[in-house]
C-alpha cells in the first residue's frame, strides 16, 4: 500500500515537474516573442549579437557541414537508386529520393547538427552564467539578458537550421539531378516535373515551418535548462545533461508529427 | 572591414539568392509563369481515378487530375489539367487509356499517333477508355488453365500419344530386322518371309506356265486338225480351254494382288532410301514376272481370241 502510494507520489512530481518546464519553455517563448514584436529591440547592439550568433552557429561550420551533407546525399541517393532498379521502379527512384533527402533526413539531421555543437554550448554557457550571478549582474547594468543574450540565440538558432537545412536540401537535388541523369540538360524536364510534383505550397510551408521549429528547438530548450540551473557549479553538467535529452526528444517529436501531418 | 560580418553577409546574401532562384524554379516548374490547358475526360466507371493521378504521355508525366464528379445524366467528368507547354501532345487523334498496373498507381495514359492532326481545342471533352489488368488476368489464367488441362489430356499415361510413339518404336525397331521395311509393314519376320517365299513361288508358277504353253501350242496345231472334226473333239477341246482360261486368270489375279502389296510397301517407304530399293528389286522382280504371264496369255488369245481384254494391267 505504500510502495503504491510511494509510486503514484512520484508519478504525480514527474507529471508536475514536465509541467513546470513545459510552462517555463512557453512563457519564456512568448516573453521572447513579445520583446520581438518590441520597436527598442531592434537597435545595433542586438544586431550585432545576432550576425555572430549567426556565424559561430552556421557560416562557421559551413563547410563541414556541406561536405557531410555531399557525402551522405551521394551515399543515400546511390543506394535508393541501385534498390529501386533492382525493383523495377526507377520512375519512383528520383521522387524518394528527394522526400527521404529533403524533407526528411537532411533537416533532420541538420538540427541534430546544431544540437550537439551550439545547443550543448549554450546550454553551459547559461548554466554557468547563471552559477556565477552573471545573468543578475547583467540586468543589474541595464543590460537586460533577454535582449542581449537569449532573443539572439533564438533568431541565430531559427536562421541557421532554416538556412543550412535548405542549402543542404538544394546540394542534395543538385546531387540526386547529376547521379540519376549525370551531366546533362537531359533529364530537366522529368526531373523538374518531380520536383514541381513534390513541392506544392503546404509542402514549402511545412518544411520551413518544421525547420523554424527545429532551430528554436535547439537553442530554447537549452537557455531555459540552463536558467533552471541550481546555483551550484557541480549542477552545471547535470543542467546540460537534462537539456540535451529533451532537445533529442523535441526534434524527434517535431518529426513524427511533421510525418504524421504529411502522410497520415 | 569587419571580417565576420563580411562572412555572415556573404552567407545571407548567397542563401537568400539560391532560395530565391530556387522559388523562381519551382514555380516555373508547376506552371505559375504559363497559361493551363484543360480537359474533361468521360469515362464509364471513375473506379481507381483519383485528384492527383497524372496523365502521361511517352512515360512522361505532363497533367494531372484535378477533380471528378458527376454530369447530369449520371456520367462521370474528370477534369484534367495540364501546362500550356505539354497541351501540344494533346490531339484530335489522341486516345486516353486509364491504366491500372499491378504495381504502382493508376495513371492515364496518352497515345498520339499522329502529332500533325489538329489540336484539341481547351475544355474538349474525350472519351478515357480503362486498361484494366487486374480484370483480364482471371480470363487468362481460366485459359490458360484450359489449355494445360488439354495439354495434360494429351500425355497421359495411357493417352494417344504415349500409344503412337510406342507404336512408332515398334515400327522403327522391326525394321532394323533381316527383312527391313517389309518387316516393318507386315509386323514380324516369318510374315515377311511368307512374302518373298510366295513370290518365288510365283517364279516357279511362271516357269511351268511356260512350259504349259509350249504343250498348248502343240495341241493348237492337233485342235486345228480336230476342231470341225464331226466326233466333236471341238466340244471337249474346248471344256479343257475353258478351265486353263480359268487357271490363267487366277494367275492374273493372285499377281495383281502381289503388284497392289508390293505398291502399298513402295508408297509408305517413299523416302527410306534402303527401304525403297530393297522394294525396287522385288517390284522389277514382280514387273518381270507379269510380263511373261501377260506374254503367255497373248499367245493363247493368239489361237482362241474368244477375250477381250488380253492384258495383265499393273498399276
Request: a neutral charge; proline letters at 3%; hydrophobic letters at 50%.
Given at each position: 500500500m505504500n510502495f503504491l502510494a510511494t509510486s503514484i507520489e512520484s508519478l504525480g512530481a514527474k507529471v508536475t515537474g514536465w509541467f513546470t518546464v513545459g510552462y517555463g519553455m512557453f512563457a519564456f517563448l512568448a516573453t521572447a516573442g513579445l520583446l520581438l514584436l518590441d520597436?527598442?529591440?531592434?537597435n545595433r547592439a542586438t544586431f550585432d549579437v545576432v550576425v555572430k550568433q549567426v556565424y559561430f552557429t552556421a557560416v562557421q561550420i559551413l563547410h563541414v557541414f556541406m561536405g557531410y551533407v555531399l557525402v551522405i546525399s551521394w551515399l543515400i541517393i546511390t543506394i535508393i537508386l541501385s534498390t529501386a532498379r533492382d525493383f523495377g521502379l526507377t520512375a519512383f527512384a528520383s521522387e524518394m529520393t528527394i522526400r527521404v533527402l529533403v524533407l526528411e533526413l537532411l533537416p533532420f539531421l541538420t538540427a541534430l547538427l546544431i544540437a550537439l555543437r551550439s545547443g550543448s554550448a549554450i546550454n553551459t554557457e547559461v548554466a554557468l552564467m547563471q552559477v556565477n550571478n552573471e545573468l543578475d549582474a547583467l540586468a543589474h547594468c541595464k543590460v537586460p539578458p533577454m535582449q542581449f543574450e537569449f532573443l539572439p540565440r533564438l533568431i541565430g538558432g531559427v536562421v541557421s537550421v532554416v538556412t543550412l537545412a535548405g542549402l543542404a536540401g538544394l546540394l542534395a537535388l543538385l546531387m540526386g539531378y547529376l547521379t540519376i541523369y549525370g551531366v546533362s540538360t537531359a533529364g530537366f524536364e522529368p526531373y523538374t516535373q518531380t520536383i514541381a510534383k513534390i513541392f506544392d505550397f503546404t509542402i514549402m510551408a511545412g518544411l520551413i515551418v518544421k525547420c523554424a521549429l527545429f532551430g528554436l528547438a535547439v537553442t530554447l530548450i537549452p537557455v531555459t535548462a540552463g536558467l533552471e540551473t541550481p546555483k551550484k557549479l557541480f549542477m552545471v553538467p547535470v543542467s546540460v545533461l537534462r537539456g540535451m535529452m529533451r532537445v533529442f526528444f523535441a526534434i524527434v517529436t517535431i518529426e513524427v508529427v511533421s510525418l504524421a501531418l504529411k502522410y497520415i | 572591414m569587419n571580417k565576420l560580418h563580411f562572412k555572415v553577409g556573404l552567407f545571407a546574401v548567397a542563401s537568400l539568392l539560391l532560395a530565391g532562384a530556387f522559388v523562381v524554379y519551382l514555380l516555373h516548374a508547376r506552371g505559375f509563369f504559363e497559361d493551363t490547358f484543360h480537359l474533361q475526360l468521360a469515362a464509364a466507371s471513375a473506379d481507381g481515378v483519383a485528384a492527383g493521378v497524372p496523365v502521361v504521355f511517352s512515360g512522361i508525366e505532363i497533367g494531372r487530375v484535378t477533380t471528378l464528379g458527376l454530369n447530369e445524366e449520371g456520367g462521370i467528368v474528370i477534369r484534367a489539367e495540364f501546362m500550356g507547354r505539354n497541351a501540344k501532345w494533346l490531339r484530335e487523334n489522341s486516345t486516353f487509356t486509364l491504366d491500372k498496373p499491378i504495381v504502382g498507381g493508376a495513371k492515364i495514359r496518352v497515345d498520339s499517333p499522329d502529332l500533325d492532326a489538329p489540336a484539341l481545342p481547351d475544355d474538349a471533352t474525350v472519351l478515357l477508355l480503362t486498361a484494366d489488368i487486374s480484370k483480364e488476368l482471371p480470363v487468362l489464367v481460366e485459359r490458360v488453365k484450359a489449355v494445360l488441362d488439354n495439354v495434360e489430356y494429351l500425355t497421359r499415361k495411357d493417352g494417344e500419344i504415349n500409344a503412337t510413339l510406342a507404336n512408332v518404336k515398334t515400327v522403327t525397331g522391326r525394321m532394323t530386322g533381316e527383312y527391313g521395311m517389309l518387316e516393318s509393314i507386315l509386323g514380324s519376320p516369318e510374315k515377311a518371309r511368307a512374302v518373298t517365299d510366295s513370290l518365288d513361288k510365283t517364279r516357279a508358277l511362271i516357269g511351268k506356265l511356260d512350259g504349259l504353253a509350249v504343250k498348248v501350242d502343240g495341241m493348237a496345231g492337233k485342235t486345228d486338225q480336230w476342231l470341225f472334226a464331226p466326233d466333236g473333239v471341238a466340244e471337249q477341246t474346248r471344256e479343257s480351254l475353258a478351265q486353263i482360261r480359268l487357271m490363267l486368270n487366277d494367275a492374273q489375279s493372285s499377281l495383281k494382288k502381289a503388284d497392289a502389296l508390293m505398291t502399298n510397301a513402295v508408297e509408305i517407304s517413299a523416302d527410306v532410301k534402303e527401304g525403297t530399293q530393297d522394294i525396287a528389286a522385288l517390284r522389277a522382280e514382280i514387273d518381270d514376272a507379269v510380263s511373261k504371264a501377260n506374254a503367255l496369255v497373248n499367245k493363247i488369245n493368239k489361237m482362241w481370241p474368244f477375250a477381250r481384254d488380253p492384258e495383265v494391267k499393273l498399276p
Amino acid at each position: 500500500m505504500n510502495f503504491l502510494a510511494t509510486s503514484i507520489e512520484s508519478l504525480g512530481a514527474k507529471v508536475t515537474g514536465w509541467f513546470t518546464v513545459g510552462y517555463g519553455m512557453f512563457a519564456f517563448l512568448a516573453t521572447a516573442g513579445l520583446l520581438l514584436l518590441d520597436r527598442t529591440t531592434w537597435n545595433r547592439a542586438t544586431f550585432d549579437v545576432v550576425v555572430k550568433q549567426v556565424y559561430f552557429t552556421a557560416v562557421q561550420i559551413l563547410h563541414v557541414f556541406m561536405g557531410y551533407v555531399l557525402v551522405i546525399s551521394w551515399l543515400i541517393i546511390t543506394i535508393i537508386l541501385s534498390t529501386a532498379r533492382d525493383f523495377g521502379l526507377t520512375a519512383f527512384a528520383s521522387e524518394m529520393t528527394i522526400r527521404v533527402l529533403v524533407l526528411e533526413l537532411l533537416p533532420f539531421l541538420t538540427a541534430l547538427l546544431i544540437a550537439l555543437r551550439s545547443g550543448s554550448a549554450i546550454n553551459t554557457e547559461v548554466a554557468l552564467m547563471q552559477v556565477n550571478n552573471e545573468l543578475d549582474a547583467l540586468a543589474h547594468c541595464k543590460v537586460p539578458p533577454m535582449q542581449f543574450e537569449f532573443l539572439p540565440r533564438l533568431i541565430g538558432g531559427v536562421v541557421s537550421v532554416v538556412t543550412l537545412a535548405g542549402l543542404a536540401g538544394l546540394l542534395a537535388l543538385l546531387m540526386g539531378y547529376l547521379t540519376i541523369y549525370g551531366v546533362s540538360t537531359a533529364g530537366f524536364e522529368p526531373y523538374t516535373q518531380t520536383i514541381a510534383k513534390i513541392f506544392d505550397f503546404t509542402i514549402m510551408a511545412g518544411l520551413i515551418v518544421k525547420c523554424a521549429l527545429f532551430g528554436l528547438a535547439v537553442t530554447l530548450i537549452p537557455v531555459t535548462a540552463g536558467l533552471e540551473t541550481p546555483k551550484k557549479l557541480f549542477m552545471v553538467p547535470v543542467s546540460v545533461l537534462r537539456g540535451m535529452m529533451r532537445v533529442f526528444f523535441a526534434i524527434v517529436t517535431i518529426e513524427v508529427v511533421s510525418l504524421a501531418l504529411k502522410y497520415i | 572591414m569587419n571580417k565576420l560580418h563580411f562572412k555572415v553577409g556573404l552567407f545571407a546574401v548567397a542563401s537568400l539568392l539560391l532560395a530565391g532562384a530556387f522559388v523562381v524554379y519551382l514555380l516555373h516548374a508547376r506552371g505559375f509563369f504559363e497559361d493551363t490547358f484543360h480537359l474533361q475526360l468521360a469515362a464509364a466507371s471513375a473506379d481507381g481515378v483519383a485528384a492527383g493521378v497524372p496523365v502521361v504521355f511517352s512515360g512522361i508525366e505532363i497533367g494531372r487530375v484535378t477533380t471528378l464528379g458527376l454530369n447530369e445524366e449520371g456520367g462521370i467528368v474528370i477534369r484534367a489539367e495540364f501546362m500550356g507547354r505539354n497541351a501540344k501532345w494533346l490531339r484530335e487523334n489522341s486516345t486516353f487509356t486509364l491504366d491500372k498496373p499491378i504495381v504502382g498507381g493508376a495513371k492515364i495514359r496518352v497515345d498520339s499517333p499522329d502529332l500533325d492532326a489538329p489540336a484539341l481545342p481547351d475544355d474538349a471533352t474525350v472519351l478515357l477508355l480503362t486498361a484494366d489488368i487486374s480484370k483480364e488476368l482471371p480470363v487468362l489464367v481460366e485459359r490458360v488453365k484450359a489449355v494445360l488441362d488439354n495439354v495434360e489430356y494429351l500425355t497421359r499415361k495411357d493417352g494417344e500419344i504415349n500409344a503412337t510413339l510406342a507404336n512408332v518404336k515398334t515400327v522403327t525397331g522391326r525394321m532394323t530386322g533381316e527383312y527391313g521395311m517389309l518387316e516393318s509393314i507386315l509386323g514380324s519376320p516369318e510374315k515377311a518371309r511368307a512374302v518373298t517365299d510366295s513370290l518365288d513361288k510365283t517364279r516357279a508358277l511362271i516357269g511351268k506356265l511356260d512350259g504349259l504353253a509350249v504343250k498348248v501350242d502343240g495341241m493348237a496345231g492337233k485342235t486345228d486338225q480336230w476342231l470341225f472334226a464331226p466326233d466333236g473333239v471341238a466340244e471337249q477341246t474346248r471344256e479343257s480351254l475353258a478351265q486353263i482360261r480359268l487357271m490363267l486368270n487366277d494367275a492374273q489375279s493372285s499377281l495383281k494382288k502381289a503388284d497392289a502389296l508390293m505398291t502399298n510397301a513402295v508408297e509408305i517407304s517413299a523416302d527410306v532410301k534402303e527401304g525403297t530399293q530393297d522394294i525396287a528389286a522385288l517390284r522389277a522382280e514382280i514387273d518381270d514376272a507379269v510380263s511373261k504371264a501377260n506374254a503367255l496369255v497373248n499367245k493363247i488369245n493368239k489361237m482362241w481370241p474368244f477375250a477381250r481384254d488380253p492384258e495383265v494391267k499393273l498399276p
